[in-house]
């Protein structure tokens, strides 16, 4: 039996989430902390800290998540639209800093790495993950194998168009009517601020949902719908048999998110995906990223 563990580290843009994992996925600790937001040497160092404050003797690898193309032949993190991290030599410096192999990818692909060898998507062989958060990533498993497209960059699901010339997109991101300004917590505070104040956010906005506020669950309903062409069209593109919603936002606000996006999803989908794609929430929750990247940890381990 192998007692070694790796360290899976989510960094999403309000928090970063960092676990040890064994190598069947069980998260042994795990600690969250604020994903800082003024300069990348700060990001780097608090992801540095959340690695360091989980180091013992049984660690043998880490993985990271981060929401940004990866170039993988370098090991640098290409450019995140919410967080200030641009051509960060991430992996370089984290094996300087630890000595250990270290394993980088996409998060939403870490995700669905996490929810295909441990939760939802356990013997499926074709898969799309949406993790909806503070952005909107995806990630691909294709054939049983994770999709990481030419350059090993995986797909940026978030930034499908689906209103030409439409919103603006988040952060860096200088495209209109991308999938993400459309479906992300993000998104849901700022109709909650428009709805309800300027102290409102999605948290807020889901918890009037769920105690029955008209507004709050028309808002909800109209974010499904968006999610729903979004899902449509990854069921024509990816043909899979399972699509699986995770991320903080997408979890929490799943109930009254589904019923619009399925009504949708359906009509947009073509036969016979439509008819036998299954659309199920993350089984591992917030921690389909983390036990993601460790699993990615393990791959660099294992091909040191």
């Known amino acids: 039996m192998d007692d070694r563990h790796a360290i ?13 994992v064994a190598r069947d996925g069980t998260v042994l600790r ?20 959340a690695v360091a404050e989980l180091l013992d003797d049984s660690i043998a690898a880490v993985g990271f998540g981060v929401p940004s193309p990866i170039d993988q032949r370098r090991g640098v993190v290409v450019g995140c639209v919410n967080i200030p991290l641009v051509e960060a030599p991430l992996r370089d410096r984290m094996r300087e800093r630890f000595g250990l192999p270290v394993g980088l990818e996409n998060d939403a692909n870490a995700a669905a790495i996490g929810e295909w060898r441990a939760g939802a998507g ?10 909806l958060g503070t952005g909107l990533g995806g990630g691909v498993i294709a054939g049983g194998r994770p999709f990481r497209g030419a350059n090993g960059a995986g797909v940026e699901l978030g930034h499908v168009v689906i209103v030409h010339d439409g919103r603006p997109c988040q952060g860096t991101c ?15 505070g700022n ?40 899902m449509g069209s990854f069921v024509n593109a990816f043909g899979p048999e399972l699509v699986v919603i995770g991320g903080g936002f997408g979890v929490a606000a799943w109930e009254h998110l589904m019923p619009s996006a399925l009504e ?3 009509r947009e989908a073509l036969p016979p995906m439509r008819e036998t794609v299954r659309v199920e929430r993350a089984a591992l929750g917030t921690a389909a ?8 940890a393990f791959e660099a381990l294992d091909a040191a």
């Open 122 to 131: 356990r013997g499926v062989d074709d898969l799309v993950m949406l993790t």
């Open 264 to 266: 949708v999803m359906r």
């Open 8 to 20: 899976g580290v989510d960094l999403g843009g309000t928090k970063i989430l960092a676990g040890v």
């Open 191 to 230: 109709a909650a601020r428009e709805a309800f104040g300027p102290a409102a956010d999605a948290h807020r906005l889901v918890r009037l949902a769920n105690e029955g506020d008209r507004t709050a669950l028309g808002i909800l309903a109209e974010i499904g719908r968006y999610l729903g062409s979004g």
């Open 30 to 49: 795990r600690h969250e902390r604020a994903t800082p937001k003024d300069a990348q040497e700060h990001v780097l160092a608090e992801l540095e800290a």
């Open 289 to 296: 990223g983390l036990i993601g990247a460790a699993f990615v």
């Open 174 to 188: 200088t495209g209109r009517g991308h999938l993400e300004p459309y479906v992300t917590g993000l998104a849901a």
